[in-house]
């Protein structure tokens, strides 16, 4: 038997941050990830820290998100140099294309609300072609504009999971490979039980993605989630000729060049269809037409862990005090509020930050 | 980073590489070729125009591309040597413009 603070079932993006977090102010934290068969979103995505079109019509997801963007930065920096990984991270502002008129007008209206809503908070620009081609000059002749937002930034999600992965266990962290088959309370005290170990521990965060829909239950919380897969194409190396993200297409620190975005209704479905690729490859030659020559090398799918209203799922159990319960499909960009602002608030007892306490389960019982 | 564990043995054929003629065993892909004749550099980065060359050996890196009988970016550890291949490394400017 082994006793800790805190077990955060889940070693993605959510479940890494938290914990890395947790460790950072002293606290005793053993980190349960699964296996390489489980379904890994933050294996999977594209690399946004993004802040524009994000909470339109909440403005509590939009101040949330803002608060994670401008951490970045400082986060990234105390994250390298704790574990020497390069996380690519960039924050120049990232660019939204409108393909056509239409969508350039209905982006102007979106983004204006977002600035209203912000009270001076968050700023944009909006950009068309020609003004674009200043920045970017292979952009295509039919692109009809962009949104802009300072904000924006973009960063090697592989290289940020990992580097919350070595900071974590720098840190005196436990990060363990095993599936939990189960989590009682009993008298203050959490038993997790996975195939060969029993723990225990007084405060337990599930980060487990999809299996946070059954484990919520044993802890008095739920979690009404579901899949939407994106499907990402990534082309061959090429040199740099796009530094700012942007929603559909972002070359690397490397020079490959990721493409998005797709999203599908297709359970849990992890492949690539065909047509969506089609669909997603066309786009991005519209974007930049040069792309047509550039050989395309891998393509995957992967889910986002989503609730009804597309805003994150953070709760705290109320039957089982020291139970949460967090999901979001934003891990990169909300990377920074999960180690800083959650775990601080769980660390210290109490409870999760004001501002999100509007994104409980709650919301979903009618 | 690879290292030979002994000569290749078997057949053989002569290949050229940036100019200069290489006796290779008949068998190997282009890649083991190149490295058992000690090239390391097969191509340059195409951000940092440094030296590249095979990592994976298996197709999936693209690390190896190279320019083979006047075709670009070829995967070399997936073709197989042939009498006569006129074989040069793949600097970025042959071919990425991008215009």
């Given at each position: ?56 019509n ?28 390069d ?35 968050f ?9 674009l ?63 060969n ?55 690397t ?74 999901s ?39 | ?66 320019t ?14 042939r ?17």
């Amino acid at each position: 038997m082994h006793n800790f603070d805190s077990i955060v079932v889940g070693g993605g993006l959510i479940g890494s941050a938290v914990s890395y977090g947790l460790a950072r102010l002293g606290q005793k934290v053993l980190m349960l990830d699964e296996s390489d068969n489980s379904i890994r979103a933050a294996r999977g995505n594209f690399g946004l820290i993004w802040v524009q079109g994000k909470g339109v019509n909440h403005s509590n997801y939009a101040d949330w998100t803002r608060q994670s963007a401008r951490q970045w930065s400082d986060f990234s920096k105390e994250l390298s140099e704790l574990t020497n990984i390069d996380l690519a991270f960039e924050q120049s502002g990232g660019f939204d294309f409108c393909l056509n008129e239409k969508e350039l007008g209905k982006r102007k209206t979106m983004m204006e609300k977002m600035a209203v809503n912000s009270v001076g908070e968050f700023n944009f620009e909006m950009l068309n072609n020609s003004e674009l081609k200043q920045i970017m000059p292979k952009i295509g002749p039919s692109v009809a504009g962009a949104s802009f937002s300072q904000l924006d930034g973009h960063v090697n999600p592989l290289n940020l999971l990992k580097a919350l992965h070595k900071g974590f266990i720098h840190l005196s962290g436990i990060l363990t490979s095993s599936a939990v088959i189960g989590i009682q309370h009993h008298q203050g005290v959490f038993q997790v039980r996975t195939k060969n170990s029993n723990y225990t521990s007084d405060k337990v965060i599930l980060a487990a993605g999809f299996s946070n829909k059954l484990l919520a239950t044993k802890v008095g919380l739920q979690a009404p989630l579901h899949p939407q897969r994106g499907e990402i194409l990534v082309s061959e190396k090429i040199p740099p000729f796009l530094i700012h993200p942007t929603g559909l297409v972002r070359q690397t620190k490397d020079g490959g060049v990721l493409l998005g975005d797709s999203h599908e209704d297709v359970g849990f479905d992890e492949g690539v269809n065909i047509n969506e690729m089609q669909k997603i490859a066309k786009r991005a030659i519209q974007i930049f037409p040069f792309l047509q020559s550039v050989k395309m090398v891998r393509a995957w799918g992967s889910l986002r862990i989503l609730t009804n209203d597309g805003l994150p799922l953070y709760d705290q159990s109320k039957t089982c005090p020291g139970a949460f319960a967090l999901s979001s499909h934003s891990g990169v960009t909300l990377a920074p509020v999960h180690a800083l602002d959650i775990a601080g608030r769980i660390a210290k007892n109490s409870g999760l930050p004001p501002i999100v306490e509007c994104f409980n389960s709650d919301r979903f019982d009618v | 980073m690879f290292k030979s564990i002994g000569k290749s043995r078997g057949e053989s054929v002569t290949i050229v590489f940036e100019g200069r003629s290489l006796v290779v065993a008949k068998k190997l892909n282009v890649a083991a070729a190149l490295l058992e004749s000690g090239v390391t550099s097969f191509r340059q980065g195409e951000v940092n125009l440094n030296n590249r060359g095979p990592y994976c050996m298996m197709g999936v890196c693209f690390d190896c591309l190279i320019t083979i009988d006047g075709l670009e970016k070829q995967q070399s550890c997936l073709i197989q040597v042939r009498e006569g291949m006129i074989i040069s490394r793949q600097n970025v400017n042959v071919s990425d413009d991008n215009e």
